[in-house]
């Protein structure tokens, strides 16, 4: 068999052998739509010229990460992030309080292993992308944290808690209770939070029987374009925040009322 005749083979079962896509594993992952200049610079929508470059970008727990132009081939990337001004991988200080609340005080690889399910948004009163990730410790003692960057992959910076979880007696002098106190007014943690699902009875500490933990964040637009943090998971269920779209943070001049959806029984 001559060497054109083998091509010409080749090339014909080519035609009918499907191309293996480029995977990336990314964990819980958040996707969102990317338009990129030739610069390099990231926005939620194309320019009036269409000269952007769509790119789809997904964010995962441990910061894994990836990006395609087609939805089936994924690069893999990390999002960059930066502790006072500069580029850093020092996840041990740049999520100091919320790490040391959730007993992460060990080493950034702790810290790492402990951010799960990111969600990323663009912030059109920001003009920013928000990247809210959950910072999980035992207990329940968990936190969403917001950070900030004018590009889609970084590097980000740490704007602060949007929500804890895990607070009681134990934690007093910690960041989430003193976050617990200005949205209540309370110095102590209220009992309805330390209901236990198993015993069906109230405790002493957070339980989630009532209490949810503070991961899993999701935020979005409504139709009237407000901003919102749903977040939760099967301890306590999901709740949801209004945020203020001009920091991304809560909303702490909006109330929900002091009665218990449900009051465990």
Known sequence: MGFRCLATIVLSLSLFV???????????????????????????????????????????????????????????????????????????????????????????SDV?????????????????????????????????????????????????????????AATSGSAANADYRKVTGSASVDTRYYFNWVTKKFGTGWDGGYGVSAIDPNVFYDQSGVLWLLYGSWSGGLFMLKLDASTGLRDYAYTYGTAPVWAGD
């Open 112 to 168: 790492q292993g402990n951010l799960w399910a990111p969600d990323i948004i663009y912030n059109k009163s920001m003009k920013k992308w928000c990247l809210y990730f959950s910072l999980s410790g035992d207990d329940w003692k968990s936190s969403i944290i917001l950070l900030t960057s004018d590009r889609i992959e970084g590097p980000y910076t740490k704007v602060g808690a949007v929500v804890y979880g895990g607070m009681d």
């Open 18 to 108: 499907p191309a293996i896509a480029s995977s990336v594993a990314v964990h819980d992952p958040s996707v969102v739509l990317v338009y990129k200049d030739a610069s390099g610079n990231s926005y939620p929508e194309n320019d009036a010229g269409k000269t952007r470059a769509k790119y789809y970008y997904l964010f995962g727990t441990m910061l894994g990460g990836a990006y395609s132009t087609d939805l089936i081939n994924w690069t893999a990337f990390t999002p960059k992030f930066a502790l006072n001004g500069v580029e850093s991988t020092d996840y041990l200080s740049i999520f100091k309080d919320e790490a040391t609340y959730a007993g992460h005080t060990g080493s950034s």
